[in-house]
């Protein structure tokens, strides 16, 4: 059996303080004497209800542990640490997605808390062998005049490679804000070339994904996984080129599906959808990119050649220049045939 660690592949749906590793997670905290909740140290992937509640209690985690990267030393390890953990696990290519503002008080603004994590990039990727580049996400709880200033400030940074930003994302509580309310930020981030990449289609089902991609144009949407409920939206993102970011290990922790086999992921690449796995939030669901890959084959019956499909239509889903893609691709074909 051929080891999903050397399979290349691209991850592209991977928060910043989401990818922290539980040991240093713990470092933090105790270096901050922060007192962290059980749940977020327990090793235990986390498991709420698809409601309000359950994402409440979601978010209360995820701010717990964002309240333990405080300096640009915290910001720079954890860049540096999901670099190194995503080249171990095959991944040539990580867009890195981060919501800058809440790294801001520590740091002197916006501004350098941006350049801080680009800068990393930079440097995590010549140091770990794969391409770190970022996604600038704002949120659904912001003022959308918030999110265009975000978006102007993406823009002036926008590129293809390492330590460059590629996309523009919309994250939090799909069922929290007004998705029209933030056109007008993804059209700024739009004319700097950059990437449409919001979240939607997990929380929420196909009415919601019409939503999105009505008000925001996405190039691919965070999960979208719910646009298998409406046959005729889900051929329309096919026929669009809307690739979907799916999370399997996210789904069944934020209560969408009840078991790793309720994923539809057999049924999306059935259907022609261009799938590139993603991790989401490690820290909190307790699994990385490689288990994604490992649930396809053990829990979906993904073949080899299915599984370099699904490789190669991530790295096909990335913003990455057409030599790095080559490379990426060359590499699950030399995969295959080892
Ligand atoms: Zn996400």
């Keep these: 059996m051929r080891d999903l660690a050397d399979l290349p592949k691209a991850h592209l749906h991977l928060h910043f303080t989401g990818s922290l590793r539980v040991s240093s997670l713990r470092d933090l905290s105790a270096a901050y ?48 640490e999901a670099a190194a953990d995503d080249a171990a696990e095959g991944s040539g290519r990580l867009e890195l997605q981060v919501d800058p503002t809440s790294y801001a008080p520590f740091v002197g603004g916006i501004t350098p808390a941006v350049e801080i994590v680009l800068d990393e990039a930079r440097a995590a990727s010549a140091r770990h062998g794969l391409e770190v580049a970022v996604v600038v996400a704002t949120s659904r709880m912001k003022h959308p005049l918030d999110a265009r200033t975000l978006a102007r400030l993406a823009a002036r940074y926008a590129g293809e490679g390492p330590g460059e930003v590629v996309g523009f994302g919309l994250s939090n ?82 209560g969408v599906y009840e078991h790793d086999e309720d994923v539809p992921l057999r049924q999306l690449v059935d259907a022609g959808a261009q799938v590139a796995l993603g991790a989401d939030d490690p820290l909190l669901f307790g699994s990385r990119l490689l288990d994604q890959y490992e649930t396809a084959r053990t829990v979906h019956g993904f073949s080899d050649p299915e599984l370099a499909e699904l490789a190669r239509s991530s790295i096909r889903a990335s913003r990455a220049t057409e030599g790095t893609k080559k490379r990426l691709l060359d590499g699950v074909d030399d995969w295959l045939t080892t």
């Design 173 to 254: 509580d799909e069922r929290r804000g007004d998705t029209g309310d933030f056109a007008r930020a993804f059209a700024i981030a739009r004319r700097a070339g950059l990437a449409s990449v919001p979240h939607g289609g997990e929380l929420l089902g196909p009415a919601h994904v019409r939503e999105v991609v009505g008000a925001l144009a996405p190039d691919r949407l965070g999960h979208g996984v719910r646009s298998i409920e409406d046959p005729a939206l889900l051929g329309s993102l096919v026929e669009s080129g809307v690739a979907l970011e799916v999370c399997p290990a996210s789904n069944v922790s934020l």
């Design 33 to 80: 004497g922060v007192r962290l909740p059980s749940a977020l140290t327990d090793g235990v992937a986390l498991r709420v209800p698809a409601t309000e509640r359950g994402w409440f209690r979601f978010q209360r985690l995820y701010d717990a542990a964002r309240h333990c990267v405080r300096s640009e030393a915290d910001m720079r390890r954890l860049v540096d």
